[in-house]
């Protein structure tokens, strides 16, 4: 039996949240111009690996990121397969501060939406008939610190620290 009179903890309406709604896959190309059988083809490729991010207020308290994958496989001057994809997720973010804000959704949501990028670039790349291809680990703090330094000497009257 349980206890009606049980009293359940208050919540906190000020304490902040953030909360992943849904995470899906906003786009995805995946081309192989001569399928596994590219000619020549000793070793790896060489994979050129380029990754961003862009947050969107969708609503209030509510925020659209994409981290945004492109990978392009060369052997030597032929391409081997390239890959584009925006990995997506809507999040809940209520009662932060504007600084705390900004490092949720360029660090902490695409470090969450990272694993599933990994898995879906592994799975597309192992569909092109190619053996699987493992995103490495991103830093995404050392990213937003280079944005917000940018930011920062884009401001009239910044000085430049050395």
């Not at 039996?1 to 902040?16: G, L």
């Not at 092109?128 to 330094?149: M, S």
Request: proline residues 7%; contains cysteine; glycine residues 6%.
């Amino acid at each position: 039996m349980t206890d009606q009179n049980a009293q359940t903890p208050a919540v906190d309406p000020n304490a902040p949240v953030v909360t992943p709604q849904v995470v899906y896959l906003k786009d995805c190309s995946f081309e192989s111009p001569n399928g596994p059988f590219v000619g020549g083809l000793e070793g790896q490729p060489a994979v050129n690996l380029n990754i961003s991010t862009r947050a969107t207020a969708l609503a209030q308290d509510l925020h659209e990121v994409v981290v945004q994958v492109h990978l392009e496989a060369k052997a030597g001057d032929k391409v081997v397969w390239l890959l584009e994809l925006q990995q997506a997720g809507a999040f809940l973010v209520k009662n932060l501060v504007a600084t705390d804000v900004a490092q949720v959704l360029s660090i902490m949501a695409p470090n969450y939406l990272l694993s599933y990028a990994r898995s879906a670039v592994s799975e597309l790349v192992t569909k092109g008939g190619f053996p699987p291809f493992l995103l490495p680990l991103v830093t995404f703090e050392a990213l937003h610190a280079r944005a917000a330094q940018q930011a920062a000497a884009q401001q009239p009257g910044a000085t430049s620290v050395n």
